[in-house]
């Protein structure tokens, strides 16, 4: 297998072995076998029934963990945690690898060192409970749960989920935005992405239990974002709307002018034309969105690279604008100048002054977890959801969700319905224009209770949406029957968690 390749099996020689890792060779989880692996062999061979699960991965023995980064918390997935506590293999002392060890691959780990490092290791625990859930490993692992996690056990079913594909999202309502994107040891960019609103897709199909969203990519990196800002919480929330930002430009940090010092990427086709401390203002909004698309262009795959970090950004991201809008800074790792050389936006840490959305926006995105899971509910088998549903373009969405959102869809439509009568004639271009789009509204409703649910959407797109689209080039035009720009906006917004959960039910 080539290098570079998402379904790595082997990494390459320049990364040190780490002594008891148990790294899966299913290239559909964890993408690749960690050099040195000794355990994954010894795994197979004491459970056959359990290969190509989502037991046959690094999850079974490791956990994910937590580092604090600046005033940034960062969550790593379990290969990713272990890289980090261990340096990519420079500090594989054993406080390290301990520290990414669950209970059951420490307890692996106690019994080989009398039993030897074989499959009779593994037997050897069959009959303890090493998480306390009240199961014994042997079955915890016959039923396909995790031996080492007491939240999975074998009393609990998966979580709900979803499965969307890029042709799914490109049916539905779409959002476009243009933002900084502010990173801290890489180029800082002004850019355009186009995909879906974050907060329509996931308030289509949440539970009212739901607080936020756990998003995950395939080399096991993991961000947390809460549904609802707030002011104890530097995190970039998933509802509402964040502040509109400014277009900042300087020579000095500008790339194309200075190649050798330069910082800033203006090169995006909707940054021409802008000026220094013009407002960057988006019809729908600055938003955190899922992105498939950016300067127009599908985003680029990504892919581990030689060092075992992700190359590229896509197919999809989720993307935050700035919590606190700001200037392009300077990278963390640059040179300090001299003093005539100055910096006119040096790099701060503190994201409070400079904000660096971008360590927050996670690129490869194929898993987003409603959190909290429901009761009775452990995470899905997500053995499928790594580098295939990045070659597929599919994410997977699950926890505190309902799959199919009857109950949002009806509720949406009647709020929609009640909005445009409670309206006065005058948001319309006359009362028959009112009256044409509210039958237009219960006409999908009736499509919906027959199950109709591609002809629905089709209805919602061209005689409802496309008579209430002009505020998105800021004035009414010919089509439009609401001839308020206010009222278009309030109504477009609605029915755009209408036509997602048109697409997740088959439309």
Not at 133 to 157: Q, R
Not at 178 to 191: G, Q
Not at 420 to 436: D, E, I, Y
Request: charged residues 20%.
């Amino acid at each position: 297998m080539k290098k570079g390749k998402r379904n790595l099996f082997v990494l390459p020689a320049v990364l040190v072995s780490v002594s008891f890792l148990l790294f899966s060779g299913i290239q559909i989880y964890a993408a690749y076998n960690h050099q040195g692996d000794l355990d994954s062999a010894n795994f197979r061979e004491a459970y056959p029934g359990q290969i190509s699960t989502k037991l046959d991965s690094c999850t079974l023995c490791h956990s994910g963990g937590s580092y604090t980064s600046g005033k940034k918390v960062v969550t790593l997935g379990s290969c990713q945690w272990c890289h980090y506590k261990t340096g990519y293999g420079a500090d594989s002392s054993e406080e390290n690898l301990l520290a990414t060890l669950n209970p059951y691959g420490l307890a692996y780990k106690n019994k080989w060192q009398t039993r030897g490092r074989t499959a009779a290791a593994l037997l050897a625990i069959d009959g303890d409970d090493s998480d306390g859930d009240g199961f014994s490993n042997a079955k915890e692992i016959g039923a396909g749960t995790y031996p080492g996690d007491a939240a999975d056990d074998p009393s609990k079913i998966p979580a709900p989920s979803r499965v969307l594909s890029l042709a799914e999202f490109e049916r539905m309502a779409q959002h476009t935005q243009f933002m900084m994107m502010n990173a801290s040891k890489s180029d800082d960019r002004y850019t355009e992405y186009r995909g879906i609103d974050l907060e329509d897709l996931i308030r289509a199909i949440m539970l009212d239990s739901a607080t936020g969203i756990t998003v995950y990519a395939p080399d096991g990196f993991a961000t947390y974002h809460p549904l609802k800002p707030s002011a104890n919480d530097s995190s970039y929330h998933v509802l509402g709307i964040y502040p509109k930002g400014t277009f900042y430009y300087d020579r000095q940090a500008d790339m194309a002018t200075n190649p050798a010092t330069g910082w800033c990427d203006y090169s995006s086709p909707a940054a021409a034309g802008r000026v220094n401390g013009e407002g960057i203002t988006n019809p729908d909004d600055l938003k955190m969105m899922l992105a498939f698309k950016r300067d127009g262009e599908y985003l680029t795959p990504g892919l581990l690279n030689l060092s075992n970090k992700l190359d590229g950004e896509g197919p999809y991201r989720v993307v935050p604008p700035q919590k606190t809008p700001g200037p392009p800074d300077q990278r963390s790792n640059a040179p300090n100048p001299t003093a005539e050389d100055a910096w006119i936006w040096p790099y701060n840490e503190d994201n409070s002054i400079n904000d660096h959305n971008a360590g927050f926006s996670s690129r490869t995105v194929t898993m987003i977890k409603v959190e909290p899971l429901p009761p009775g509910t452990t995470d899905i088998n997500t053995l499928e959801a790594g580098w295939p549903y990045v070659d597929e373009k599919k994410v997977i969405i699950y926890g505190a969700i309902n799959p199919r959102p009857l109950y949002r869809l009806y509720t949406g439509l009647d709020i929609l319905i009640n909005t445009v009568k409670a309206q006065g004639t005058k948001s319309f271009k006359n009362r028959s224009s009112q009256l044409a789009l509210v039958t237009h509204l219960e006409t999908i409703k009736k499509q919906v209770a027959r199950k109709a649910y591609s002809a629905a959407r089709n209805n919602l797109k061209q005689n409802v949406a496309n008579k209430m689209d002009g505020y998105l080039t800021g004035k009414v035009d010919a089509n439009d029957c609401v001839v308020d720009l206010k009222v278009q906006k309030q109504l477009y917004n609605d029915l755009q968690k209408v036509w997602i959960a048109l697409v997740i039910l088959g439309g």
